[in-house]
């Protein structure tokens, strides 16, 4: 399988604050996507992104797509109670989809 | 997007035994996939399912342990077979459809 590295494993962050969690594989990415996974749920499609640099915006998400194509990053401006989970990268590679190791998220009101 | 469905939702079975995981999809899908998960820790890619052929493993996951069938294109099964404690786990079943992954609700196996 494929190795990707996600940091940090854990974030606690006060509600309001901000969240970043970083992807990173050592071979270039022909795509990446981002997962969101609640305690006790499945893991729910967030985003792709293909292009390198490419920047993506969904509300207070905010995803990037590293110019070389071997990082990406999800940053979370003023988390809310409700972005509580694991949040996953994975890598597009042979027609499969690896995922990274995850950052999970906890929020305190 | 693809709902997708898996029975049993859980189970708890012997040492020795074998469990078979059915997935459905609600709509045709070309690809679809099996994953491990076991709690608090990534998603492990097991194979690939193909339909009307073999499925493709991912390294460390032999055939004989997890037989795979894909009869069509939005039914698989999975089978854990002669289970050990260490098979304990989530098992996912995932389909692609239109460039999203959507995954099932899991089977929470306990083996004793």
């Known amino acids: 399988g494929q190795q990707v590295m996600q940091i940090p494993q854990y974030q606690h962050v006060q509600e309001g604050e901000d969240f970043t969690t970083y992807c990173n594989s050592s071979t270039t990415l022909s795509n990446i996507q981002w997962y969101k996974q609640r305690p006790g749920g499945h893991p729910v499609f967030l ?16 995803f990037q797509f590293g110019e070389a194509k071997k990082n990406s990053s999800l940053h979370i401006t003023a988390t809310q ?21 995850g950052t999970k998220l906890n929020v305190k009101p | 997007s693809a709902v997708i469905s898996q029975k049993p939702s859980r189970d708890i079975c012997q040492r020795g035994t074998s469990l078979t995981i059915q997935c459905q999809v609600d709509s045709q899908v070309t690809m679809m996939f099996w994953y491990r998960q076991q709690p608090g820790q990534s998603l492990t890619l097991i194979a690939t399912a193909n339909q009307g052929s073999e499925a493709t493993y991912e390294s460390g996951f032999v055939i004989d342990k997890f037989p795979i069938s894909r009869p069509n294109l939005t039914f698989s099964t999975l089978t854990v077979s002669n289970m050990s404690p260490e098979d304990s786990s989530i098992y996912l079943c995932s389909a692609r459809h239109r460039n999203e992954q959507f995954f099932g609700p899991g089977t929470r196996l306990t083996v004793l």
């Open chain 1, 81 to 101: 109670t409700t972005d509580v989970g694991t949040y996953f990268c994975a890598l597009y590679n042979f027609n499969k989809f690896y995922f990274g190791s």
């Open chain 1, 47 to 62: 985003i792709q992104l293909v292009k390198s640099g490419e920047v993506k915006k969904q509300k207070r998400l905010t």
